[in-house]
C-alpha cells in the first residue's frame, strides 16, 4: 500500500507500486502546461506509474507520461517531466529537473541542482555531480532547422560528470569515462579517460581499480 501525505496531490490514474511514499506538497501525475512555441510533443499522456518502494520528497513534482522504478529516491523540490523513463535504485537530488524524453539508467545518481535537458540518454551506474548542465540545441532556439536536430548528450555505463561540468549537444560520454569538474565538452570522449578544460581535453587513463 502506497503513503500518500495530506499535502501532497497525486493525479487520478497515477499508478503506485507498493510502498511508494508522496511527501508533503508533492505532485505526481501532473499534465504538461506548454507555450505554444515549445517544441515538446503534444500528445495525450498515459499516467505516471512508480515502482515499489520509490520515495516523491517533499515539494518534488513527477509529470504524467513517465515511468519510475522500484527504490528510486526523487530529492525535494526536484522535477522529473513527462515521457522520461527512471530505472530501479536511481538517485535524484534536491532540486535536480529531468527535462522531457529523456532514459536514466538503474543505481545512477544525479545530484542536487543538475539540469539533465530533454532528450538526453544516461546509462547504468551514470554519476552526475552537483550542478552540471546538459544542453540539447546548437541554435539556442533559432532557425527552424534545430528541430529535427535537437539532441542531449548520451552519458554511457559508469561514466561520472564532476560538478559545474557544462554538456554540450549530443556529445557521447564513454563508458566509464570521467568529466573533470567544470570541464566544458564539445566533442565526444572516449571510454574510460579522464578529461578536463574549456574545451574538455584527454588528461589520462582512469585508473584500473576505479573501473567498475
Given at each position: 500500500?502506497?503513503?500518500?501525505?495530506?499535502?501532497?496531490?497525486?493525479?487520478?490514474?497515477?499508478?503506485?507500486?507498493?510502498?511508494?511514499?508522496?511527501?508533503?506538497?508533492?505532485?505526481?501525475?501532473?499534465?504538461?502546461?506548454?507555450?505554444?512555441?515549445?517544441?515538446?510533443?503534444?500528445?495525450?499522456?498515459?499516467?505516471?506509474?512508480?515502482?515499489?518502494?520509490?520515495?516523491?520528497?517533499?515539494?518534488?513534482?513527477?509529470?504524467?507520461?513517465?515511468?519510475?522504478?522500484?527504490?528510486?529516491?526523487?530529492?525535494?523540490?526536484?522535477?522529473?517531466?513527462?515521457?522520461?523513463?527512471?530505472?530501479?535504485?536511481?538517485?535524484?537530488?534536491?532540486?535536480a529537473l529531468i527535462e522531457n524524453d529523456t532514459?536514466?539508467?538503474?543505481?545512477?545518481?544525479?545530484?542536487?541542482?543538475?539540469?539533465?535537458?530533454?532528450?538526453?540518454?544516461?546509462?547504468?551506474?551514470?554519476?552526475?555531480?552537483?550542478?552540471?548542465?546538459?544542453?540539447?540545441?546548437?541554435?539556442?532556439?533559432?532557425?527552424?532547422?534545430?528541430?529535427?536536430?535537437?539532441?542531449?548528450?548520451?552519458?554511457?555505463?559508469?561514466?561520472?560528470?564532476?560538478?559545474?561540468?557544462?554538456?554540450?549537444?549530443?556529445?557521447?560520454?564513454?563508458?566509464?569515462?570521467?568529466?573533470?569538474?567544470?570541464?566544458?565538452?564539445?566533442?565526444?570522449?572516449?571510454?574510460?579517460?579522464?578529461?578536463?578544460?574549456?574545451?574538455?581535453?584527454?588528461?589520462?587513463?582512469?585508473?584500473?581499480?576505479?573501473?567498475?
Open positions: 500500500m502506497a503513503d500518500v501525505h495530506p499535502t501532497a496531490i497525486v493525479y487520478p490514474g497515477t499508478v503506485l507500486g507498493e510502498g511508494v511514499r508522496v511527501l508533503e506538497n508533492a505532485v505526481v501525475g501532473k499534465q504538461p502546461t506548454l507555450s505554444p512555441r515549445s517544441t515538446a510533443k503534444r500528445e495525450d499522456l498515459a499516467p505516471a506509474a512508480l515502482g515499489a518502494g520509490t520515495i516523491v520528497s517533499t515539494a518534488a513534482v513527477v509529470f504524467a507520461g513517465s515511468t519510475i522504478g522500484a527504490r528510486v529516491i526523487v530529492g525535494d523540490q526536484s522535477c522529473v517531466r513527462e515521457r522520461v523513463t527512471i530505472g530501479d535504485d536511481v538517485v535524484v537530488g534536491r532540486g532514459t536514466i539508467g538503474a543505481l545512477t545518481k544525479i545530484q542536487a541542482n543538475a539540469y539533465i535537458t530533454a532528450y538526453s540518454t544516461l546509462e547504468d551506474n551514470v554519476f552526475v555531480a552537483p550542478c552540471v548542465v546538459t544542453t540539447n540545441d546548437d541554435f539556442m532556439g533559432r532557425t527552424e532547422r534545430r528541430h529535427e536536430l535537437i539532441k542531449g548528450p548520451t552519458i554511457r555505463r559508469g561514466a561520472r560528470i564532476g560538478g559545474g561540468a557544462i554538456l554540450c549537444p549530443g556529445v557521447d560520454i564513454g563508458e566509464e569515462a570521467f568529466v573533470g569538474a567544470g570541464a566544458v565538452v564539445t566533442k565526444d570522449v572516449p571510454p574510460r579517460v579522464i578529461v578536463v578544460g574549456n574545451p574538455a581535453r584527454v588528461l589520462r587513463d582512469v585508473p584500473a581499480d576505479e573501473l567498475l
